[in-house]
T-cell receptor
Framework: AQRVTQPEKLLSVFKGAPVELKCNYS??????LFWYVQYSRQRLQLLLR??SRESIKGFTADLNKGETSFHLKKPFAQEEDSAMYYCALSPQTGANNLFFGTGTRLTVIP | KAGVTQTPRYLIKTRGQQVTLSCSPISGHRSVSWYQQTPGQGLQFLFE???????NKGNFPGRFSGRQFSNSRSEMNVSTLELGDSALYLC???????????FGPGTRLTVL
């Protein structure tokens, strides 16, 4: 069975500091990994997915199959990055059934 | 382009009743997925419909069911409501399999 773990419920960093939100997963196949974000009073939305290998809003995430991790990183946090971040797994490329972690609330302190 | 809409936004029901929630996907999107969000269990996948067929199903009891219409609008039904069914129910639409999922605002269901 698949499982997504986000060990930190809350994370606070100062503006301009680097930020890393941790995500570990367990799944025997070849999953697709995502980061979703929910800003205050907004809908859940896709931030990035591992297959696109893009940097979105300065965030990057590398899939480490050996460590089964997909940590989200940004070198310099901004106040507008304050939000709830969810790591999610799809059991196979092309599937729409996502399995979410419990989320990390990031607060960027001015 | 209008986003995913869900109706109603809030519902209060009592135990034993049944409820139907509606989701209208983004125009042109053919896949609709449903999720339950609770403080204790987080976001959990319920089921996905594509072209009126259930394509994937999560680990929920048979009291939870859904359907999709020819215009891609989807409904989910929960029968014999229990207190534990109180949750935010989110739907998400996708153009095709594996594309970005666009989430609706959710329906907040409270079971008394």
């Amino acid at each position: 069975a698949q499982r997504v773990t986000q060990p930190e419920k809350l994370l606070s960093v100062f503006k301009g500091a680097p930020v890393e939100l941790k995500c570990n997963y367990s799944y025997s196949g070849s999953p697709e990994l995502f980061w979703y974000v929910q800003y205050s009073r907004q809908r859940l939305q896709l931030l990035l997915r591992h297959i696109s290998r893009e940097s979105i809003k300065g965030f990057t995430a590398d899939l480490n199959k050996g460590e089964t991790s997909f940590h989200l990183k940004k070198p310099f946090a901004q106040e507008e990055d304050s939000a709830m971040y969810y790591c999610a797994l799809s059991p196979q490329t092309g599937a729409n059934n996502l399995f979410f972690g419990t989320g990390t609330r990031l607060t960027v302190i001015p | 382009k209008a986003g995913v809409t869900q109706t109603p936004r809030y519902l209060i029901k009592t135990r034993g009743q049944q409820v139907t929630l509606s989701c209208s996907p983004i125009s042109g999107h053919r896949s609709v997925s449903w999720y339950q969000q609770t403080p204790g269990q987080g976001l959990q996948f319920l089921f996905e419909y594509f072209s009126e067929t259930q394509r994937n199903k999560g680990n929920f009891p048979g009291r939870f069911s859904g359907r999709q219409f020819s215009n891609s609008r989807s409904e989910m039904n929960v029968s014999t409501l229990e207190l534990g069914d109180s949750a935010l129910y989110l739907c998400a639409s996708t153009l095709t399999a594996g594309n970005e999922q666009f989430f609706g605002p959710g329906t907040r269901l409270t079971v008394l």
